[in-house]
């Protein structure tokens, strides 16, 4: 529309307003915020103050408030559109109702349940007053008064509107509808309070019963959309409802402790949102390889996916470093062509799914583990905590060789401002530009304050069930700490690193994305066995750079695209340790193409090079190579190209910054680099949380290879390296910036495979 209207159009402004409503749909709420304030704009200058669509727009600024849970701005904008319909005199129309939902449900997060009831009256009133028969909209009012009338505790009214609310859609719409779920979800919350307040088992029976409903509807709708951001948003709307969930099965566990199936149900919930897509995208790309789909035909799926990545890379090119704008013409249409390409994708796999019935069951043949599997799994001195992080309690399930039991943490505490504080505490002082004594002092207080607030809430609860050995199934922001860099105390002295009491100095600890993929990567069979033992790169080693890091005189770090000094002689360790040798590529000779071409013959890949994270958009997180052609651009390999390659390695050793983290998708977990080797066949991966140091990295990779030179599994050889480092560098370098980064994912048995 940019080529033919003015760019201030009536138009254009609604294009920018649909813009807006897309990306708050898929949680995108910075870029949603442009394109609706830039609709606003608009319209506010070609039809003045008063107008629906002027009211239109606060509505949706509102929700985008709302999503995240910034309930006061919400209120604001809501407030603004309900003024503008009421100058206009339009309380009485059909419009109005969308704006009584917004205040019922602002309020309703405001914990003003009364206000918010009169508000929800309101949109029944005018549904009456606007139809007849009974549809999906008077469907949606009534679950929305239902979830209102569980706050005020009135119980059996909620029911009603439910039950009211779920005889209308089943009326209207297919059994397997997913709209549905809202109401048995709505009526097992009923049930579970009516429990609480009486005690009567019937009703915690239904509670559970409705649970069960709501997630049976919930995966069938997962199954049934091959398109990646509804899962998300699917996965995200459902976590209050599992929470709830696990509850349930928790007060059944309670009542009877005899009752495992109950134990095992609130398992089931939690596993089944660790890290779905990761499983999910593994299991069809599983499905592919073995379902004998013509190599034609998964070519053409290769090429759409590759076409979507270039596509989505301009994108991103032109906003960071073009200087567009959401809002420019050029933007929106790679948003039209990226559309477009994933149609297309959506309808290949569809079609897969209905022309090879071996590539549906392989691609669905999806069996959660359950905590008995984990049991079997799990040696003596090992124990697996898996945390579920609700809206209002933390959930770790604690899983030993004979033991399952599940400790609930009130989440009484900003958990995420917490993880970050801990995360600035550790590295503020180390990346900074300009360091000074100020700056360490404050970074270390602030680190020794959080890592030991956080262990207090998250690992002191479970002190008398950790052994030495410790798997972390984390979620939300727990995936970017450290659980060994915590302080199970508070340090003697600030200035001294050799008083703080590690979490590291008595455990060991290696990290997975969820029980499930844990089981995966360690029975993990490649497709081909690697023909070589390992490929060892350090892209940006030179000879030379020793000199220049000298000349430098200062702290060097794996970040920007800089010479590493001590990258050289790690490779060069970690093959004279490894006894099956390999092969090593330095400088100029570690190129993105080398590493494309080598990298699926060999066991074991060791990359020392950069990386980058990128918390907006995970697939944009990337590893630089060596450039081929003097520019950057061909050097760096994006987490969305490394989806397309293929690996065979037990071991993939991320020696570069920021592997670990990304794009954080609360019920997903973070799409990070360490993630992507996790998809392509990696059953191991060693990667890093922040920008680390280049001479610290190589000393601790070394004697990680020591150790496992030794048999050692590769979570205590990581952990013995790492107390290694601490003994061998007292005073300063104690820090945990030099030594926490690095952490074990996946099937930690020995390189040896003992």
């Not at 505490?413 to 550790?426: D, H, K, M, S, V």
């Not at 954080?664 to 680390?692: D, N, P, Y």
């Not at 050692?712 to 007292?730: F, G, I, S, V």
């Amino acid at each position: 529309r940019h080529n033919r209207l003015p760019t201030e159009h009536i138009d254009i402004a609604r294009s920018y307003h649909i813009l807006g409503m897309a990306h708050n749909y898929i949680r995108k709420f910075d870029q949603s915020l442009e394109y609706f304030n830039k609709a606003l704009a608009i319209r506010i200058k070609l039809l003045g103050e008063n107008d629906t669509r002027i009211a239109s727009s606060y509505s949706e600024i509102g929700r985008v408030h709302l999503a995240r849970k910034d309930y006061p701005a919400a209120l604001v904008s809501f407030e603004k559109s309900n003024a503008i319909m009421v100058q206009l005199d339009m309380t009485q129309e059909w419009d109005y109702v969308y704006v009584c939902k917004d205040m019922a449900m602002v309020n309703q997060k405001l914990g003003r349940p009364e206000i918010a009831l009169e508000w929800q009256e309101k949109c029944l009133a005018l549904w009456h007053k606007s139809y007849k028969k009974p549809n999906s909209s008077l469907a949606s009012l009534k679950a929305g008064k239902g979830s209102i009338l569980i706050n005020l505790h009135e119980l059996d009214a909620a029911e009603k509107e439910y039950r009211e609310a779920l005889t209308i859609w089943e009326s209207l719409l297919p059994a397997d509808d997913g709209i549905m779920g809202i109401s048995e979800a709505g009526l097992g919350n009923v049930y579970r309070n009516a429990y609480v307040s009486t005690g009567q088992p019937s009703y915690l029976d239904k509670s559970r019963t409705y649970f069960r409903r709501f997630s049976n509807r919930m995966n069938k709708t997962l199954q049934n959309n091959n398109w990646t951001d509804t899962r998300r948003k699917e996965l995200f709307d459902a976590i209050p409802i599992i929470e709830r969930a696990i509850q349930a099965d928790l007060l059944a566990y309670e009542q009877n402790p005899a009752q495992a199936e109950a134990l095992e149900s609130a398992w089931q919930y939690s596993e089944s949102m660790h890290g779905y897509l990761l499983y999910a995208a593994s299991q069809e790309s599983r499905a592919r390889h073995f379902a004998d789909i013509p190599d034609v035909e998964q070519a053409r799926d290769s090429t759409l996916r590759s076409e979507i990545f270039q596509l989505e890379k301009t994108r991103q090119n032109m906003l960071e470093n073009q200087g567009f704008s959401l809002t420019d013409s050029l933007v929106i249409r790679e948003d039209t062509r990226i559309f477009s390409k994933k149609q297309e994708r959506t309808a290949l796999l569809n079609d897969f799914e209905q022309r090879y019935p071996e590539y549906y069951r392989l691609k669905y043949d999806r069996k959660t583990a359950s905590m008995a599997d984990m049991q079997a799994r799990l040696k003596p001195g090992q124990t697996l905590l898996e945390y579920f992080t609700g809206d209002s309690m933390i959930f770790v399930f604690v899983i030993q060789p004979g033991l399952s039991k599940v400790v609930q943490i009130k989440r009484d505490f900003p958990l995420n401002q917490w993880t970050l504080a801990l995360r600035e505490g550790i590295t503020g002082y180390h990346t900074a530009p300009e360091k000074n004594s100020r700056l360490y002092q404050q970074t270390v207080s602030q680190y020794a304050e959080y890592a030991h607030r956080l262990y207090l809430k998250l690992l002191e609860p479970l002190r008398p069930w950790l052994t030495d050995e410790i798997i972390i199934i984390p979620d939300e922001n727990l995936a970017s700490i450290p659980f060994e860099a915590l302080l199970q105390t508070t340090p003697r002295d600030l200035s001294n690193f050799v008083t703080y009491p590690f979490f590291l100095r008595t455990h060991q600890v290696q990290y997975a994305y969820s029980a499930t993929m844990l089981r995966d990567m360690e029975e993990r069979q490649h497709q081909t066995q690697p023909r070589d033992a390992m490929l060892a790169m350090a892209p940006f080693f030179d000879a030379d750079t020793n000199t220049l890091a000298l000349r430098l005189n200062r702290e060097l770090l794996r970040i920007g695209l800089s010479p590493l000094p001590n990258s050289g002689e790690e490779v060069l360790r970690a093959v004279k340790r490894y006894h099956g040798g390999g092969d090593v590529l330095l400088g100029k000779d570690a190129t993105r193409q080398a590493f494309w071409e080598m990298a699926s013959r060999y066991r074991i890949l060791h990359l020392a090079t950069h990386g980058k994270a990128n918390p907006q958009i995970g697939e944009f997180s990337f590893l630089a190579f060596s450039p081929t052609n003097g520019t950057n651009e061909s050097s760096v390999c994006p987490v969305g190209e490394l989806y397309q390659l293929s690996l065979n390695a037990d071991l993939v050793l991320l020696s570069a910054c920021e592997t670990g983290i990304g794009e954080t998708q609360k019920g997903e977990g973070v799409m990070s680099l360490a993630r992507a080797f996790a998809f392509m066949g990696a059953k191991s991966i060693v990667a890093s949380l922040w920008s680390v140091n280049d001479r610290s990295t190589m000393l601790i990779m070394d004697q990680f290879y020591k150790e496992s030179a030794n048999g050692k599994p590769k979570h205590q050889a990581l952990a013995l390296a790492k107390r290694q480092y601490l003994n061998d560098n007292p005073g300063l370098n104690n820090h945990p910036f030099f030594w926490a980064a690095f952490v074990g994912i996946g099937d930690m048995s020995s390189i040896n495979g003992k």
